[in-house]
């Protein structure tokens, strides 16, 4: 047995690596800030298809069609695929996957969904079981908005406190074999929940998960902020980043400029996301069009990538339920 | 690196032990032929609780503290728990977890849940990452019901080869300390879709998985059928089932009274499920209160235990789509 276990941190002394990566969005998340870095920009978000379901999935495809081809691969030599989204029965990854083909595990974490995938695929590659594992995860802003909330023709009104469901896909392929930039650790998350039931304000609900997740790393390790080039948070957009930074200043902790949130990186401030981004596609493709190229170009030393997601769904929210939130954390190592 | 694979068979040789087994089901399940096996029989369904996703959430925190009472553990003994149910967003397994509070890795397989818990549990095991690792899936006729077809007040008619939802849940937990029974290898299904469009005809629709993924199996492990003393499908049914039988003796292999299904052992004939149980939990609760017992006492030498699930959703069906099947597989041996 390989596997170093510390508190709920995994570490994979048996290394992990990037392979390839790969980003493809909507039209509003080519207008963005990142715009650029993305491997594919849809000219509008249907992609080419008849439903907002069938965009979603024809998205998921071609961020793991451009990560398999930045690898010079074909789908016939993944061990497997390990992903998720937001629709009911996560159908978006699945019937995606079923045109790719491979051996497919699916997973729930919410918008933490990218962070799992990445360590149950490095759980799989660093314990010898796969060689090319593919981890991804997706949302789509319209066959969220009408799932979760409202059809869009419906023109519902947004409080200032929401977050905008990015429409993105980030998929990642894990290896065996060095590469630039590698899988170091990862934190499995805890359910926390502090009690907040109004849906429209996910990023309070999922804070304090960031945060006990980032403290038990922390503590597992035995390092601290300042060891790391980059701290970010999956999808807490404005509020919840700001409480992650109070919840630490409580404990005399200064996260400073190094902690940013992917929902706040995704969009533009005119671009009117209100609090920032999230879904599970803000984290995944940030990730895999800004902050995995920068890791392997040496412009980061390291990064905390750390998926928040919200347990909840409206069944949960309209039965009055309160929003658990949970974290995973992974820790990524770039070209030295 | 310890793991080894072959094809898509992922095999166990630093072992993998059952610590502890449970199930907890509806009054129903407790009522049919393997109702004395159960830990926990509902008196009635809402399991004292005011709706039926309440409900299923208790469900899973019975199952789960009988399997930790059975081995004499607390909750933080666990270093992590696998699992998922059939709600949208896996709402039962996430607010159920919240309230047990250990590391928490959320899981979408539709009824091959069970089997991609073990396999997933197993892997963090095997490789030295999970010393004990819960592992669960559950599923409340009512809570689907309402969810995937009709309210119950609608009375709605079921054609002859729909199948029964299970109200019943399922909890392992894995350990790396030598047990009665072990797991000793998995195969990680593939999505296969033989174009079926009926909802209410899921055993068909996952046949061709289960076939495929014990095909798989067998070409990856070079064993054939004789060689199980048990190979069960998790909710095949009558239909399915059938149809298993049918694949296997076109290649010539005759699988006989060993090849059973956990939605045909669930239920009796006079209890009127038409084809047969499905839902996460039958094959969950058909493996703890039944499979697993006869593993551990030496009736049974070994078991191929196939997860089978449909990864579809009310909205694919609705869109006109066809049903994605999979099969996950997990090798089982009992106490020599």
Same mark, same amino acid.
């Given at each position: 047995?390989?596997?170093?276990?510390?508190?709920?941190?995994?570490?994979?002394?048996?290394?992990?690596?990037?392979?390839?990566?790969?980003?493809?969005?909507?039209?509003?998340?080519?207008?963005?800030?990142?715009?650029?870095?993305?491997?594919?920009?849809?000219?509008?978000?249907?992609?080419?298809?008849?439903?907002?379901?069938?965009?979603?999935?024809?998205?998921?495809?071609?961020?793991?069609?451009?990560?398999?081809?930045?690898?010079?691969?074909?789908?016939?030599?993944?061990?497997?695929?390990?992903?998720?989204?937001?629709?009911?029965?996560?159908?978006?990854?699945?019937?995606?996957?079923?045109?790719?083909?491979?051996?497919?595990?699916?997973?729930?974490?919410?918008?933490?969904?990218?962070?799992?995938?990445?360590?149950?695929?490095?759980?799989?590659?660093?314990?010898?079981?796969?060689?090319?594992?593919?981890?991804?995860?997706?949302?789509?802003?319209?066959?969220?908005?009408?799932?979760?909330?409202?059809? =869009?023709? !419906? &023109?519902?009104?947004?409080?200032?406190? +929401?977050?905008?469901?990015?429409?993105? #896909?980030? %998929?990642?392929? *894990? /290896?065996?074999?060095?590469?630039?930039?590698?899988?170091?650790?990862?934190?499995?998350?805890?359910?926390?929940?502090?009690?907040?039931?109004?849906?429209?304000?996910?990023?309070?609900?999922?804070?304090?998960?960031?945060?006990?997740?980032?403290?038990?790393?922390?503590?597992?390790?035995?390092?601290?902020?300042?060891?790391?080039?980059?701290?970010?948070?999956?999808?807490?957009?404005?509020?919840?980043?700001?409480?992650?930074?109070?919840?630490?200043?409580?404990?005399?902790?200064?996260?400073?400029?190094?902690?940013?949130?992917?929902?706040? =990186?995704? !969009? &533009?401030?005119?671009?009117?996301?209100? +609090?920032?981004?999230?879904?599970?596609? #803000?984290? %995944?493709?940030? *990730? /895999?069009?800004?902050?995995?190229?920068?890791?392997?170009?040496?412009?980061?030393?390291?990064?905390?990538?750390?998926?928040?997601?919200?347990?909840?769904?409206?069944?949960?929210?309209?039965?009055?339920?309160?929003?658990?939130?949970?974290?995973?954390?992974?820790?990524?190592?770039?070209?030295?």
């Amino acid at each position: 047995m390989t596997g170093r276990r510390v508190g709920d941190t995994l570490f994979f002394d048996e290394p992990v690596w990037v392979e390839s990566c790969a980003a493809a969005v909507g039209k509003k998340e080519g207008e963005g800030p990142l715009g650029a870095c993305f491997d594919y920009v849809a000219k509008e978000n249907r992609f080419g298809e008849k439903t907002w379901e069938k965009a979603e999935r024809r998205m998921i495809e071609l961020a793991c069609q451009h990560a398999l081809s930045k690898a010079d691969l074909t789908p016939s030599a993944l061990d497997c695929a390990l992903g998720g989204d937001l629709l009911n029965q996560c159908v978006s990854t699945s019937f995606a996957m079923r045109g790719l083909g491979m051996p497919y595990l699916g997973l729930y974490g919410a918008c933490s969904t990218m962070a799992e995938s990445l360590l149950l695929g490095a759980v799989l590659t660093a314990g010898g079981w796969s060689r090319k594992a593919l981890c991804a995860a997706s949302s789509h802003f319209c066959s969220a908005e009408r799932q979760y909330r409202y059809p =869009l023709e !419906y &023109g519902g009104q947004r409080p200032p406190c +929401a977050q905008w469901t990015a429409t993105a #896909c980030g %998929a990642v392929i *894990l /290896c065996d074999a060095p590469r630039r930039v590698r899988l170091r650790a990862a934190t499995v998350g805890r359910i926390f929940d502090p009690g907040i039931t109004d849906s429209a304000n996910m990023g309070a609900a999922m804070a304090q998960s960031a945060y006990e997740t980032l403290r038990t790393f922390f503590r597992d390790s035995g390092t601290a902020p300042e060891d790391y080039a980059c701290i970010v948070t999956g999808d807490l957009a404005a509020i919840g980043h700001t409480m992650v930074n109070e919840l630490f200043a409580r404990d005399g902790v200064t996260l400073g400029g190094r902690y940013q949130d992917c929902g706040l =990186l995704l !969009y &533009g401030k005119e671009q009117d996301v209100h +609090a920032g981004g999230s879904g599970c596609g #803000c984290s %995944a493709a940030v *990730l /895999c069009g800004h902050l995995l190229p920068r890791l392997a170009c040496g412009e980061l030393k390291n990064l905390l990538f750390c998926g928040t997601g919200a347990l909840m769904s409206p069944l949960t929210a309209n039965q009055g339920e309160t929003i658990p939130g949970i974290c995973h954390l992974i820790v990524l190592e770039g070209a030295k």
